[in-house]
Structure formats: structure tokens, C-alpha cells
């Protein structure tokens, strides 16, 4: 289990992203002092004003008048250019360092262990990249810089205050005690609250997208009332816990308020009190003191309204920057290989493999010997949850195997890069992902460079030409999300074209074809045997009937070889492997002559 971190490690990741864009963060700070200088500006004015213009009218007011005149003006252009110039920096600052992180973060994902990003939702990824990097923001927007000026704007709006009244800053002083007991009940009741909504709104998100992204099993079964309601059910919690992260903020600000109040309460009252004993304060000096005590008063009532909007961000902050903890996978050699394995040569020497389940470590693959020579094609066999396409996924290192070694080439495959092992390994599974792009795009997805003649090349290997050509714009067609509009076969072959582009050296096909019809089957076996031609290859698969000309069969069950030789020598053994093609041959003959 991985170590929660503290706020204090998770800011200081974010202050790293401040450091890199640090001439935004100057510029920020520049607009800002401006303003923070400016705001004391206006009670002295309005003070003066009083004093020296109200107070003593003659011929030295008017020039007084002309001076505060100016000033105003001066300090108003000031203020205005302060507010968009700290505005505008600050939201670029922010969006730049919520890009960066975005980009950090995928980039981070893309290399994360796969049996960690696995256990994922998809909509809780997309909900982490998007909306809890955005709320990092409001850590920038309304917590970094505004909080350095108010803990400025605070500490001389104190001193101001003592300069003009010492008992009455005292007394005034009284009322911030009071603050700190508001922030010290309301603040872990608005941490939780935030850390509950935050969680159940990822939630929600992955639902919604679970949902959406299976309407043709919900629609065949009749459950869309069901699953309305189900979503209805948890968007009613989403709204209550909402609505109760909205009360505990709002009554932490209404307190706030009163208590702002009560100071301007006490200024008045003490003030007075003070001038009638003969204090040496004058209406001027009287309200420069209460405009000071607003600007006292100002960050603390700040601190109250974004607590919510901050607590919210420090707890997409933790989320954010907890997924950079998890591990990556590389190779755990000190110095990989970065040349790709040169031939095909397989060996699985006593490989096991198991995962926690439960808490409990759950095997799936035990003891695996298993030799394949360079251009060998090998068949996996086996009843479901036998371990066939578990043990195809160590090849690319999608798992790695818990004990035991897998070499390619006489290498461990750890002592490569992924990147050079995996350029010479290529996957044509049951359901090839088909992306929202050309069809000369999505063959050309592992060669981005390739030429089009390449392409167009790979195609025709794969018996795809013909049907691509047939489309409105050809290899420019642009396919649906996952391949929508197209048949599976078509899926099939841009898959295929896909691998022989690649030019791998070891293929593995998974239930290549166990989803297509007879039709659609045969096309692909024509363009899989061009694919396999001189390459390794190992396949999984359930028919049996299709494996005449593999060189050798491999039979699993329950994680372990029970049986392995060529298909002619397993069917005199009579084993595991002769027993299930006799099955499926008498199935085709009882649906071929039906009663």
C-alpha cells in the first residue's frame, strides 16, 4: 500500500511548476503589489480630505483639494490597471501550470505499471486529467499570490492601525481570536466534506461513462429505466452532498461577516469613547482607521469565502499528485538494451505469474516451460481463465511475470527497453481498437512516418485494399469512434494491415477470429497468412479446427502446460487436445443436421 503523503510535500510539487513559469509569476506579483499599495492609498486620501479640507476650509484647502483631486485619479487608473494586469497573469499563470501538469500526468499514466492503470475507470482517468487538474487552479487563482498579499496587506494594515490608535487597535485586535476558533471548527468539517464530493463526483463521472459507452447491452436487456434511475439515485447524492459542502461554507462566511461587523462596531463605540475622554484622534484619523480596519478585515473575510474553493483544491492537489507516486514500468536493467531483440526466439523457463485479489494473491500462470524456435508458430489452447492470453501479455511486458524468467533473443526481456522490445512484437486481438482517425492513420498507428505506399502495401497484404478503396474517401475516410461503421472482418484487416506494417518478429494473436462470421473468417485467415509468413507466432484460440498448420500446440489448464506436442501427436495421445476438437466436431455436425 502506497504511503499518503502530507499537503506541505504536494504544495512544494506545485511550487515546482510555479518556479518554471516564474515570469508570469513576477508579473503577477508586480499587478498585485500595485493594487496591495494602492488599496491604502484611499483611506489616507479620504482622511486627509477630511482634516485638511472639511476640517480647516481657506486658501491652503484649495490646492489640498486640487492635490487629493489628482491623487484619486491617479490611484483609481493605477487600481484599474493593477486588477487586469494581476488578473490576467494570474489566469495564465494558473492555465499554464494546469497544462503542464496535464501533460506531466499522461504522459506519467502512459508509462504506469499496467496492472495498476487497469484497475481504473476510464471516466475516473479522464475526470483526474481534466476537471481535478483544472480545480488545481484555484490554488493559483485564489490561494498562491492572493495569500502572500494578504498576509502583507495584513501585517501593514496592523501597523498602520497602531500608528494612528494603540488602545483602539488593541481592542479591535480582540476580534481576531474569534477567527481563528471559527476556522479551527469549520475548516476539517469543510476538508472532509470537499474530500466527499471530490470523490463521489469522480465516481460519478466513471458511471457516466460506463453507462454511456454500453448502451447495446443496456438497450437489448430493456435497462434503461434501471440504469436511468441508478444515475438519477447517485446525482441526487452528488447534489445533497453539494448542497451540505455549500451550507457549512456559507454559515463559515456568514459567521465571518458578523464578526466584521462587530469590529466596526467597536471602532465606533471605543472610538468615540476615546475622543470623549480627549484622545488626540480627529475625524480624519477616525476613518483612515476604519478604512484600515476594512483592509484588516479584508483577507480575513477572504480566507473564510475561499476556504471551500481552496479545501476543494488542496484535495484535487493530493489527488492529482498522488497518481505521479504510483510506478512506472521500465526495464529493470541498469542499462537496458536498446537495440530490438533480432530473431524470434522464445523461452519460458519455470515462469509463474499471480496478482492480489481480495487481499489475497490469486495465481494464474504456474511453472510455464515452454522453448519456441525463430519462426515456430505455436498454438495456446485452453478453457477460459486457463491462463492463454495472461501468459501472451508477459511478451510485451504488459505483465511482468512474479517469478521465473521470459527471454527473447537469449535476453531477459527486462534488460531491454520497452521501447525496443516492443517494436518487434505486434497483437492482432479478438476486438482490435479502431481510433477516430484515417484509415491511413490507423494502420500507419505504430509507424506514424510510413510512406503511403507502405501503407497501401500492408493493406493489400491483408486483403484490405479492396474494401478501403470502396469507401467515399478511401484511406482519408474517417472512421467512428472505435471503428463505428465498419464490419468486424474490416476491423480485422486494418488490424492486420496494422501489424504487417510493423514488420515484427514475433506476432500474437489472440482470438483473431473466434468473433467473425464464416465469411469475414475466411478473408482474415487469407490475410493472416501472409502476416505469419516467415515470423514467430503464437496464437490463443478456441477453434481448434483452424490449427492444421501450426508446427506445435500447447495445452493450459489452470495456469499450467498439461500437454504439448504437434497437432498429429496430441490427437494419438488422446488428451486434453483430442478430446476438444472431438467435441467441436460433433457440435458442427449436430448444427448441421439438426433433428
Known sequence: MRQRRSDLHYLRLLLSYVVREKHLFLLTVFFAAIGFV?????????????????????????????????????TSLLFSISGYGRGHYNFKLGNRIAHAIREDLYQHLQRVHYGHYARFQPGAVTWR?????????????????????????????????????????????CIIPLYLLVFWIFGKRVRIISEVVNWHTRSLSGKLNEKLSSQDTIRMHCAEGREAY??????????????????????????????????????????????????PLTAGQLTQFIGYVGILYGPIKRFADL??????????????????????????????????????VIRFDTVSFSYKKGG??????????????????????????SGKTTLLSL????????????????????????????????????????????????????RPHARFDEIQAAARAAHAD??????????DTVVG?????????????????????????????????????????????????????????????HKLNTLHSVHRIISLERGRVVEMGQPRELLRAEGFYSRMLNLQKRSLQEDSHPN
Open 38 to 74: 494602492v488599496t491604502f492609498a484611499f483611506p489616507w486620501l479620504v482622511g486627509r480630505l477630511i482634516d485638511k479640507v472639511f476640517a480647516a476650509p481657506g486658501e491652503s484647502a484649495s490646492s489640498e483639494l486640487l492635490f487629493i483631486t489628482i491623487a484619486a485619479g491617479i
Open 129 to 173: 486529467l481534466m476537471a481535478e487538474v483544472h480545480g488545481v487552479n484555484g490554488l493559483i487563482h485564489s490561494g498562491l499570490i492572493l495569500t502572500l498579499m494578504d498576509i502583507a496587506q495584513l501585517i501593514i494594515a496592523y501597523a498602520l492601525l497602531l500608528s494612528i490608535s494603540t488602545p483602539l487597535t488593541i481592542a479591535v485586535s
Open 230 to 279: 441508478d444515475v438519477s439515485w447517485a446525482d441526487e447524492q452528488q447534489f445533497h452532498l453539494i448542497e451540505r459542502q455549500s451550507h457549512v461554507g456559507h454559515l463559515m462566511g456568514a459567521v465571518s461577516e458578523f464578526f466584521i461587523h462587530l469590529g466596526t462596531t467597536i471602532i465606533l463605540g471605543y472610538g468615540g469613547y476615546l475622543s470623549l475622554k480627549g484622545a
Open 307 to 344: 476556504n471551500v474553493t481552496v479545501q476543494s483544491s488542496l484535495v484535487a492537489l493530493r489527488e492529482v499528485f498522488s497518481t505521479f507516486d504510483l510506478p512506472i514500468q521500465d526495464a529493470r536493467h541498469p542499462v537496458p538494451r536498446v537495440t530490438p531483440p533480432h530473431s524470434g
Open 360 to 385: 489475497e494473491q490469486e495465481t494464474i500462470l504456474k511453472d510455464v516451460d515452454i522453448e519456441i524456435e525463430d519462426g515456430e508458430h505455436v498454438a495456446l489452447i485452453g478453457a477460459s481463465g
Open 395 to 446: 511478451l510485451p511486458r504488459l505483465y511482468d511475470v512474479t517469478s521465473g524468467a521470459l527471454c527473447i533473443d537469449g535476453d531477459d526481456v527486462k534488460h531491454y527497453s520497452l521501447e525496443a522490445l516492443r517494436s518487434r512484437i505486434a497483437c492482432v486481438p479478438q476486438f482490435p481498437f479502431i481510433f477516430s482517425a484515417s484509415i491511413a492513420q490507423n494502420i500507419a498507428y505504430g
Open 466 to 475: 479492396e474494401f478501403i478503396r470502396s469507401l467515399p474517401r478511401g484511406y
Open 481 to 541: 469512434d472505435r471503428g463505428y461503421g465498419l464490419s468486424g472482418g474490416q476491423r480485422q484487416r486494418i488490424a492486420i494491415a496494422r501489424a504487417i506494417l510493423n514488420d515484427p518478429r514475433i506476432l500474437i494473436l489472440d482470438e483473431a477470429t473466434s468473433a467473425l462470421d464464416p465469411e469475414s473468417e475466411r478473408c482474415v485467415q487469407d490475410a493472416l497468412g501472409a502476416l505469419m509468413k516467415g515470423r514467430t507466432c503464437l496464437i490463443a484460440t
